[in-house]
């Protein structure tokens, strides 16, 4: 077996077994599951290279992050959205980025846009991400620089270059 392909039956077997979960183990079910898994195991190849190991403990760890992280956040915009007393201090807020531009830039800026109380909005040409924020007082570029290292264990990759 070619060196490529080992590194695709992992992925294979991983989507194929999600497949199974979903659907269940029957003859009928394995004639779109098996097909499917190809196709994505295909996809998943032009987007995550082999030797571009995902990392299980560290996908695991940003996920949770990603949650608790979260959760807190709704929370404060609750408190913020009710709390009569409590202004809101909107704004635009220019941060570094240390992934580079690419599929691994995308996927975080598009995880990030997920958490309450910014928003990845635009990129300025120096690489730097520009969020708008709901309290800019908030520090914002250490929060990121944090989110960028947990990103880049969960990809199992020490740098954060694409």
Do not use: Y
């Not at 709390?83 to 995880?111: N, Y």
């Not at 990030?112 to 969020?131: H, K, N, R, T, Y």
């Amino acid at each position: 077996m070619k060196a490529s392909a080992r590194s695709l039956l992992p992925r294979f077997v991983a989507l194929l077994v999600f497949w199974l979960m979903l659907e269940g183990v029957n003859p009928a079910g394995l004639l779109i599951g098996v097909p499917a898994a190809v196709l994505a195991t295909w996809l998943a190849r032009l987007l995550i290279p082999p030797g571009g190991c995902i990392s299980p403990v560290g996908s695991l760890a940003f996920c949770a992050h990603f949650l608790w992280s979260s959760l807190l956040a709704g929370i404060d915009v609750a408190i913020r959205a009710l709390h009569p007393r409590l202004p809101l201090r909107t704004g635009l807020v220019s941060c570094p980025c240390g992934i580079s531009r690419g599929w691994r830039r995308e996927l975080f800026l598009t995880a990030s846009s997920l958490m309450p109380g910014s928003l990845p909005v635009a990129e300025e040409a120096d690489g730097q991400v520009i969020l708008h924020a709901l309290d800019v007082n908030q520090p914002h570029a250490r929060q990121m620089e944090e989110n960028e290292a947990r990103f880049a264990r969960a990809l199992g990759d020490r740098r954060l270059d694409a």
